[in-house]
């Protein structure tokens, strides 16, 4: 089975770095999706980790450690925009080719 | 190209009702899987269909059903509506293959009175 933890809530003020953590146990694993969800609107790609490492793009960076189940999504120069739900989620390796979401960390991004 | 696309955007529907939820996905996009958002649960996998066929089924009763039409279009089906099937309806396209990026259509809230 999958199990997907992160934070429920987050609160940063605006210009900050702010880091989002995700940690997983799971009966098998290809990669992480971060992906980002606004209020009412459907969520939106952000990046995928398949290898250990951080990748960066733009103002955000996503990190990855397959041997400690974990990954962050780093969020720089924190905009109010970025005031949203923060999907992480697990790929199984091949066969099933549905990824398991946790339930999602809500930032808020205050002035 | 073309996004996800999902018919209605809002529904209300009565206890016992039935509905019909539409999903096109992203052209040369073959697998559409269906997805129920609420506050307390969070992104709950329904069911995902490849190739007009269904490849993975999450863990909700019957009353929900779906299909896809040669073209990739899916439809989803939720019969004797309850209170709690009031939820965002989010679909998402992919190519299919394990580790492929999910699209997400704009989804359909459903409120059940």
């Known amino acids: 089975g999958q199990n997907i933890d992160q934070p429920t809530e987050m609160t940063a003020t605006e210009g900050a770095i702010v880091q989002i953590n995700c940690t997983y146990q799971?009966?098998?694993?290809?990669?992480l999706f971060w992906y980002q969800q606004h209020a009412g609107e459907a969520p939106t790609f952000l990046s995928y980790n398949v290898l250990d490492g951080l990748e960066e793009k733009g103002r955000f960076s996503s990190f990855l450690s397959r041997s400690k189940g974990y990954s962050y999504l780093l969020l720089k120069e924190l905009q109010m925009k970025d005031s949203a739900s923060y999907l992480c989620?697990?790929?199984?390796?091949?066969?099933?080719?549905?990824?398991?979401f946790g339930r999602g960390t809500s930032l808020i991004v205050h002035p | 190209k073309a996004g996800v696309t999902q018919t209605p955007r809002y529904l209300i529907k009565t206890r016992g009702q039935q509905v019909t939820l539409s999903c096109s996905p992203i052209s040369g996009h073959r697998s559409v899987s269906w997805y129920q958002q609420t506050p307390g649960q969070g992104l709950q996998f329904l069911f995902e269909y490849f190739s007009e066929t269904q490849r993975n089924k999450g863990n909700f009763p019957g009353r929900f059903s779906g299909r896809q039409f040669s073209n990739s279009r899916s439809e989803m089906n939720v019969s004797t509506l309850e209170l709690g099937d009031s939820a965002l309806y989010l679909c998402?396209?992919?190519?299919?293959?394990?580790?492929?990026?999910?699209?997400f259509g704009p989804g359909t809230r459903l409120l059940v009175l």
């Open positions: 998402a396209s992919s190519l299919g293959e394990s580790g492929e990026t999910q699209y």
């Open positions: 799971t009966s098998g694993f290809n990669g």
């Open positions: 989620a697990v790929s199984p390796p091949g066969g099933s080719y549905i990824p398991t």
